[in-house]
Every structure is written in structure tokens, then in C-alpha cells.
């Protein structure tokens, strides 16, 4: 098991001293901490427990001005240490910081009171009773309170006790999804390349593993890992680790970044989240309020959205409510489903709220729509039957185009989980539509599938009643018949896969790219069979040498875009055969002339075009024609000037 100690508290309360204390390590790193015995930035250290294991610590600044890297540093933490000095008492960084705390669900913690050398017994038990104030009503309260003095070391031991007993006495299950390490550190190192440091929220890296710097999208290669300064030949989920990558970033690396497994390539500018505004933001958190989002070590400008309806439109999130809300950022970050970020006020002097990711990448919301946020609600739930549906829905519509289906792979990284537990879940629903592909997997609502395959087979239904003499729609038309604002849009491949289904039902079939019903039969009727009998009169009055399709029309004095349906009907009906586009002869003439070179042409003997003219007594224009027409056919074969029999 791996463990990440994080310290909270204000600033000179000792955080560093007690780190220092616990690990003998001075986490001050800086020159300009050194000067002014403040910490500035990140301080990291490791801590040795019983087992032999190792939990990374890491130290954050408690000045008001530094919040943001204190920020940067408290994903991902176990066990908070917080530090409240016995002279001072909780002070206003002491308040924020355990409002970030509680904002960012972490549920272990110990308070320290420091400098406890300095306080009278009555002092130190006012201090412990401002601490169980302060955490009433918050995931912290209950923590239990130690002392340490550093001069001295009282109370240290007590104090590690208790880390490990807290630690090794309550287990952690393993984190969903792949391979993620917010980056909080990014340098060069002569020799080296580039280095970059973290702890990693979830999966686990390998040397030689392939990764993705996100946001930028740039691919690297994972030269050596170390954790707590020591190579490794893995390093994993609840763990610092340094990692040696190699290859080129479009932008450079900094703090804000995250690399993740190649296969994650999602970040947005957009997410729902579940929102709690803390009471010490006395004035709430106003509709699309400007504001700072922290998540992970990121920090973007962005707006918070609430999500009402029309009779409750949210022009307010009141201190100490909760809400849903949507989340607009200025810029893409990397937000998985159940990252918790921190919300503070645009001028970075307080922070007003916290929450946690619904479901990153989502489209833009009619807020006061009843049944958005129904659907918003849904991303609560932990019922599957209510949650993945909603999921769908909304990564279906996220794009520039509502589309009907959506690959198993995206909704894996919307969901924050594997592939193979994703489709699980997703296949035991029935209110969902699998299409089963063979490099991947499509996901649809069921109702939406439905309602489109009805429309399909109402697309032939129609088509038949209006054009009678053809032998069916075309597969694009009934696609585009089929996809009806306000229905979502349907791909080509999405449409094939529905008209299998079709098939496959017997409620279409499918010749080359025409589709009909399995009862339709084309057939000439009424008066156009009159119309039938005088086309084959005018093709059989000179068989090898009938009118094309302008001089037919003209001889019957019948409208050419009349005659074409019934030209194609007959064909249909295997009365005419259309040797080259608008030109068509008699069935029975093609048989005949089949059947005699059949005969003719036995025995490996050949035939010129001129000689084929000559036999037949016709001309050119229709001998290549037809010749050509047999060789498509597979009949005859061209060598040179000649045709022979095709040998089987």
C-alpha cells in the first residue's frame, strides 16, 4: 500500500519543523526560503514506516499568497497533517486550508498543535477547542489532536504513532482508469533530459512505457522512473515518483500538465460537477461568477454555471449549499469523472467552494431545462441503470453534431475506468444498444435506435408508394430520410450497422445499395403496361439495332424521365437488358445472340468485331456495345481485335 502525508495549516506553524522532525528532511529547498524561513513553494520529503515502506510527504506553504502551490500539492493526499501554533490559535489560513481540505474529500487527518513549549496547558486546551470548532461539520471533524514542541521533540513519537497507526490501520481501494501523474515539478537535468515529478492518482508507468503529456497531446517515452529518490521498475498509483522522459513536447512542460497512458487523449474546457460552497464565502457563488479552478495542479480562469429549472433558476449558490453546476474554463484542462478541484475568486484572495467532477467534456446546457438537469442528476447516481444512460446521451450530443452512437473507448475515459469493465457494465443494460464492430465497440440509447431502424424501414415503405417502378431506395437517402432533426445524426457506419440489424430481423433486404421490403415485388401496372408493350415492340422492330433511350421516347412520344423507371422496371423483370447506359435491346435478342456464339465459337475459335457485324448484320455502334457487354459478363474474353468463350 502507498501513502501520500500532506501538511495544512497557517503560515509559521511549523509544517516544515514537523517535517523535518518526522523525516529528517528540510523541505525548504529554496534560496529565497532559506532567506526569508518561509515556505514558498512545494517541499517534499519521505517518511519511514514499520513495514519498511515509504510514505511521501509533501510540505505546502501556508502564506495567503502562495495558496495556489499549496494547491498544486494536495491531490492525492492520505493523510493530512494540520498544524495550528499554540501562540497564534487558528488563524485565517488555517480556516481556507481546512476548507481546502474538506473540499478536496480528504478524510484522514491529524492536528498538531506546535510551539505547544510556548503555551500554558489552559492555552493549549483553548487551542484544541478552537480546532474542534473549526472542524464541526466538515469531513475532518472527530480528527484527533496531538502536541510537538520542536525544540525538544515532545511528543514527536505520539505523533508518529499515530500516522502509522491511521495509515496501516485503514486500507484504500485502487483508484479507477489508467495511468495518471499531475505534474508538479518540470526541468532539465544535464545528462539526464527532461525530469518531471508527481503523485500519481491512479494506474501505474513502466521504463519504456509510451505516454501523453496533456494538454498539448505530445507523445513520450518513460526513460527510468524513481521513487523517493531510488530507480524502480515500477511505479504506481499513491506514490511521488520522478519520471526521465525522452522525446519532444510541442510547448514545453510545466506545472499544470499531466502525463497519463497513451490511450488517454481526453481534456475540455467544459465538465458538470456536483458544487459545495464553503460558509466563509459570505457572499455565495454568483451565476457565471469569474473565477480560478485548481484541479490537479492546474489552475485556469473560468465560470461556474448553476443548473436549475425554470421555476428555480439558480442566480445564487448560497453559503454552505450545494448544487449542480456547470464548469467554464478559458482553457482545456485534464478532468476525469471524480477529480475534486478547488474554486476560488478571480483575484486569488479566497477560496469560495470545491466539488467534484459528474462528467468532463460535456455539451452546453439549457440550464433552466427541467430535463437537463434531471440528466445532470443522473451523473450522481451510483445506479448504472441511471448513470450510464445519461453518460451516453450527453457523449453523444458533445460534439459540433449529435451523433446516435458512441465508441466504447471515449466512454471509458468519460467514465474514468478500463475498457473491459466499462463494456461490462454497459452491455448488461438493456436500455442501451451495443454495435459490435471488429476493432471496436459503439454504444447507443436503445430508444433513439429504435425509432431510427422504424424510420428506415418508413423511408422504403414510402419510397415504394411513390416510385413504384424502382426497385428500392438508395441506401444514402434512406440514411438521410432517416436522420430527422431533432434526432441525433446517424454515420454511415452507425446506418449500415442498422440496416443489418434490418436484415437480419427481416424487415428489409438489401441488394448492392438499394433497400426493399421483403414483400416488395416491382411490377408494371395499369396503364403502364400498355407503355411495356410498346417499348418492346420499338427494341424488337430491329433487334441488334434499336433506338436508344432519346429516340425511343421520341418514337413512343413519351417523356424520357417516364420512360427511364420503366426501362429499369422492365430490367428488373428480366424483360430488356441494358448493354450501355441509355441503350437497351430486347431480352430475348441477347439470349439468342448468347446462345449462337455460345455454338460458334466452340472449340476455342474466335470472333472479330467486323466479322461479329458482318454475322449479325448490324454496325459498329451496337457490335462494340454489345461485345463489351459480354465481356463484362464475364462471357466472352478480348485478345487483340478477337473475342473468344471465357474458359471456366
Request: overall charge neutral; hydrophobic content about 45%; aromatic content about 4%.
Amino acid at each position: 500500500m502507498h501513502w501520500i502525508i500532506g501538511t495544512a495549516g497557517h503560515i509559521d506553524h511549523g509544517k516544515t519543523s514537523l517535517v523535518k522532525a518526522l523525516t529528517g528532511t528540510d523541505t525548504d529547498r529554496l534560496k529565497e526560503e532559506k532567506a526569508r524561513g518561509i515556505s514558498i513553494d512545494l517541499g517534499f520529503a519521505s517518511l519511514a514506516l514499520p513495514d519498511g515502506s515509504r510514505a511521501g510527504v509533501v510540505d505546502v506553504p501556508g502564506h495567503e499568497r502562495f495558496i495556489r502551490n499549496m494547491l498544486a500539492g494536495a491531490h492525492g493526499i492520505d493523510l493530512v497533517l494540520f498544524t495550528v501554533a499554540a501562540d497564534d490559535g487558528v488563524m485565517p489560513q488555517t480556516e481556507e486550508h481546512l476548507d481546502i481540505v474538506h473540499l478536496l474529500g480528504i478524510r484522514r487527518a491529524l492536528f498538531v498543535i506546535t510551539k505547544a513549549d510556548l503555551a500554558t496547558e489552559e492555552r493549549l486546551n483553548d487551542v484544541a477547542d478552537e480546532i474542534r470548532i473549526l472542524v464541526a461539520g466538515t469531513a475532518l471533524e472527530g480528527a484527533l489532536i496531538r502536541r510537538f514542541a520542536y525544540p525538544t521533540g515532545d511528543g514527536l513519537e505520539a505523533i508518529r504513532d499515530e500516522i502509522v497507526r491511521v495509515l496501516q490501520g485503514s486500507g484504500k481501494p485502487a483508484p479507477p482508469g489508467r495511468f495518471r501523474l499531475p505534474v508538479d515539478r518540470a526541468f532539465l537535468s544535464a545528462g539526464h533530459g527532461l525530469i518531471v515529478t508527481g503523485t500519481a492518482i491512479a494506474g501505474e508507468i513502466h521504463p519504456g512505457d509510451r505516454v501523453r503529456c496533456l494538454p498539448s497531446g505530445d507523445l513520450l517515452r518513460v526513460r527510468s522512473a524513481e521513487v523517493h529518490g531510488q530507480p524502480v521498475g515500477v511505479a504506481s498509483w499513491g506514490q511521488r515518483i520522478a519520471l526521465n522522459l525522452a522525446g519532444t513536447t510541442s510547448s514545453g512542460m510545466a506545472r499544470g500538465d499531466v502525463i497519463v497512458d497513451e490511450a488517454i487523449t481526453l481534456t475540455c474546457d467544459r465538465f458538470d460537477a456536483e458544487i459545495e460552497v464553503r460558509p466563509s464565502a459570505a457572499r455565495g457563488l454568483k451565476d457565471h461568477q469569474r473565477v480560478r479552478v485548481h484541479l490537479g495542479t492546474a489552475e485556469r480562469i473560468g465560470k461556474v454555471v448553476p443548473i436549475g429549472t425554470r421555476d428555480q433558476a439558480l442566480e445564487l449558490i448560497p453559503p454552505g449549499a450545494r448544487a449542480l453546476c456547470q464548469v467554464v474554463l478559458t482553457e482545456p484542462v485534464v478532468a476525469m469523472r471524480g477529480d475534486h478541484f478547488i474554486v476560488r475568486d478571480e483575484t486569488a484572495q479566497r477560496t469560495l467552494a470545491g466539488g467534484r467532477v459528474l462528467l468532463p467534456a460535456t455539451p452546453k446546457r439549457r440550464r433552466a431545462d427541467a430535463a437537463v438537469r434531471a440528466r445532470v442528476a443522473a451523473l450522481t447516481s451510483t445506479d448504472d441503470g441511471e448513470l450510464l444512460p445519461a453518460v451516453v446521451a450527453d457523449a453523444a450530443a458533445a460534439g459540433d453534431e449529435e451523433q446516435l452512437a458512441v465508441s466504447l473507448g471515449t466512454l471509458a475515459q468519460l467514465l474514468n475506468d478500463r475498457e473491459e469493465l466499462v463494456r461490462a457494465r454497459l452491455d448488461a443494460l438493456s436500455s442501451l444498444h451495443p454495435f459490435a464492430l471488429e476493432m471496436d465497440r459503439l454504444y447507443a440509447l436503445a430508444a433513439p435506435c429504435a425509432t431510427t431502424k422504424a424510420r428506415i424501414v418508413g423511408a422504403a415503405t414510402a419510397w415504394h408508394q411513390a416510385q413504384p417502378l424502382t426497385p428500392g431506395i438508395d441506401i444514402e437517402e434512406a440514411r438521410t430520410r432517416a436522420a430527422v432533426a431533432p434526432s441525433p445524426a446517424v454515420s454511415a457506419r452507425v446506418f449500415r450497422l442498422l440496416v443489418d440489424e434490418l436484415e437480419h430481423e427481416k424487415a428489409l433486404v438489401r441488394e448492392g445499395n438499394v433497400l426493399r421490403l421483403p414483400a416488395f415485388r416491382l411490377q408494371v401496372a395499369g396503364a403502364d403496361r400498355v407503355m411495356v408493350d410498346r417499348i418492346l415492340a420499338a427494341l424488337s422492330a430491329a433487334p441488334l439495332a434499336p433506338p436508344d433511350v432519346k429516340l425511343l421516347a421520341e418514337t413512343l412520344s413519351v417523356d424520357r424521365m417516364k420512360l427511364l423507371p420503366l426501362l429499369r422496371a422492365m430490367e428488373k423483370q428480366k424483360q430488356v437488358v441494358a448493354v450501355a447506359q441509355d441503350l437497351y435491346f430486347a431480352a430475348d435478342a441477347i439470349a439468342r445472340v448468347r446462345d449462337e456464339l455460345s455454338r460458334d465459337l466452340g472449340g476455342g475459335a474466335t470472333l472479330t468485331t467486323a466479322a461479329f457485324r458482318d454475322r449479325y448484320q448490324t454496325s459498329r455502334k451496337y457490335a462494340i456495345p454489345i461485345l463489351e457487354y459480354f465481356d463484362r459478363q464475364g462471357f466472352t474474353v478480348r485478345i487483340g481485335e478477337a473475342r473468344r468463350l471465357r474458359r471456366s
